[in-house]
């Protein structure tokens, strides 16, 4: 039984047209070719691997030499003597070579001398050549000369995962089909299917992890599946994918990210201590934070993209990303995402990728934490706290003089009252300031900040302040000088006017 074991990617080869998956552009194209009687001397099918390229390249020799017709046919009966023989490489016309293996010149001249010849059994002589873009310079410069006067009996089909590396002039004589990645959906759909052949039970979650980690291939996919029915004796559920894949769960990653976002360090590391240590790849963990920052950057509120039905999270798991959203900007996400991607190389280099992911967990929470440029230009507008000196002040007993509101700025500081001194400099725009009374419009409003700073003032004066409130309305009467009284007592401004000794305020802009 074991030696006869197929792998499932060669079992289920698609061996007609309409059995290539998530190729349906391709497929349109060529048989409409075929059955209009248009063929082409030279063919060039490139995509990433696993897509189909040497199926199709198959496929396209069975319809140009099907016993079933007596022309080209798009629907060759995969029954006929040349059907099978080419299906199972074994056919003396339809030659499939490795290009990797026959790089040299002297391989290819041998190969193209017997192009010359006609076919023995079949209407085309059809040479396959895989990988093409291996071949030596010399070598593309044979196949270039046999592609500019083909005998009218020669089809090249040649395949190749990267089409930049074939010569333009090669390229120029070939018509060109793009292999797409097959789509997560279609590759669902085409795995169900092989299991229900297979009789193994594949839980559609387990078959959503098959399909995306296959990522565009319905090879490396079914190898995939192949794996999993070998590891779990067919009974292949998400547990026995992720323990396979070595990867985390969803859930846990959406966690994982909202510990890092809510700037806890410590549950943070423990978190990721106990993915590591449950056997994740940090690589692949790595990736699954970098689809979840993507995601909740499509599933950001402000930029109207409210179509996630293709997201891979659950209800309850989209519910959450919302939340962690509310709480984070947009450019947070993008930094995030900036950081996560120079970690991949990062990643790779390092000797010891744990401790390169805890200094990578660690600089998240930091970015998480931190203002942007256009928030950090904001702040600079309204005075704000920048440093508080570390001033042993002598206690002077009630004999403080208040006279502007710099001053009081500047005893709050020597006073080290750090909470009144970096509401006032941020929230208050002065309307009037004089020993023992201030009109002031609060921007934030909050109430505990009148009585604090008025019990402060007492006692620090020894005489009972007048505090008034006043709203925008009227503190927008204020005239200009308050505003640059203001704005001189930011202490950034005050350093700025020491450092230029003729500077001025002339204008200000709000
Ligand atoms: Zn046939």
């Known amino acids: 039984m074991e030696n006869n074991y197929t792998v499932l990617a060669r079992k289920y080869r698609s061996q007609d047209f309409e059995s290539l998956i998530g190729q349906d552009v391709l497929v349109k194209t060529l048989t409409t070719a075929i059955n209009t009687g248009r063929i082409a001397h030279a063919y060039i099918f490139t995509g990433i691997r696993g897509t189909g390229k040497t199926s199709t390249a198959r496929i396209l020799a069975k319809a140009l030499n099907c016993l079933s017709s007596d022309h080209a046919t798009a629907h060759p009966c995969c029954q006929c003597e040349n059907c099978r023989a080419i299906a199972a490489g074994q056919h003396i016309d339809v030659m499939e070579i490795d290009a990797a293996s026959h790089t040299g010149v002297d391989n290819m001249r041998e190969i193209l001398d017997a192009a010359l010849y006609r076919p023995t059994n079949a209407r085309y002589k059809v040479y396959i050549i895989d990988e093409v873009h291996m071949l030596s310079q010399s070598a593309f ?36 089909f793009d292999l797409a990645r097959v789509p997560v959906e279609t590759l669902k759909k085409h795995f169900a299917w092989v299991a229900e052949q297979e009789q193994v039970e594949l839980s559609d979650g387990a078959n959503e992890l098959l399909a995306r980690a296959a990522d565009g291939s319905v090879r490396d996919g079914l190898s995939l599946l192949d794996q999993a029915i070998a590891q779990t004796g067919g009974h292949v559920d998400e547990g026995a994918v992720l323990d396979m894949l070595k990867r985390t769960d969803r859930g846990t990653v959406v966690n994982f990210m909202k510990t890092i976002l809510s700037g806890d360090v410590n549950a943070a590391l423990n978190k990721l201590d106990e993915i590591y240590n449950n056997g994740a790849d940090l690589t692949m963990l790595l990736s699954d934070m970098m689809e979840w920052t993507h995601w909740a950057t499509r599933m950001y509120p402000s930029l109207k993209l409210q179509d996630v039905t293709s997201s891979p999270y659950t209800a309850d798991q989209r519910e959450t990303i919302k939340k962690i959203n509310e709480t984070i900007s947009l450019n947070t996400l993008s930094r995030i995402w900036q950081v996560m991607t120079a970690a991949v190389t990062e990643l790779q280099a390092s000797s010891n990728q744990k401790q390169c992911f805890d200094m990578l967990v660690i600089r998240l929470m930091h970015i998480a934490d931190m203002p942007s440029i256009p928030e950090l230009l904001k702040q600079q507008e309204t005075p704000k706290p920048v440093q508080i000196p570390e001033r042993k002040v002598e206690e002077k007993k009630s004999t403080l003089e208040i006279n502007t509101s710099q001053e009081l700025l500047e005893k709050l500081q020597e006073n080290r009252e750090i909470v009144l001194y970096s509401y006032f400099g941020t929230n208050l725009e002065i309307s009037e300031f004089e020993n023992g009374k201030i009109v002031y419009f609060d921007r934030k409003g909050d109430p505990t900040f009148q009585s604090s700073l008025a019990k402060w003032l007492s006692e620090k004066t020894g005489k009972n302040w007048v505090l008034q409130r006043i709203e925008k309305s009227e503190h927008q009467q204020t005239t200009s000088e308050h505003v640059k009284e203001e704005i001189q007592a930011d202490p950034m401004v005050a350093d700025a006017m020491k450092l230029f000794e003729d500077a001025e305020i002339i204008n200000i802009s709000k």
């Not at 020669?154 to 010569?167: Q, S, Y």
């Open 141 to 176: 410069n044979a196949l270039l000369k046999t592609l500019e006067e083909p005998p009218a009996h020669v089809i090249f089909i040649l395949a190749t995962t990267e089409i930049r590396k074939v010569p333009v002039t090669i390229l120029s004589r070939c018509q060109r």
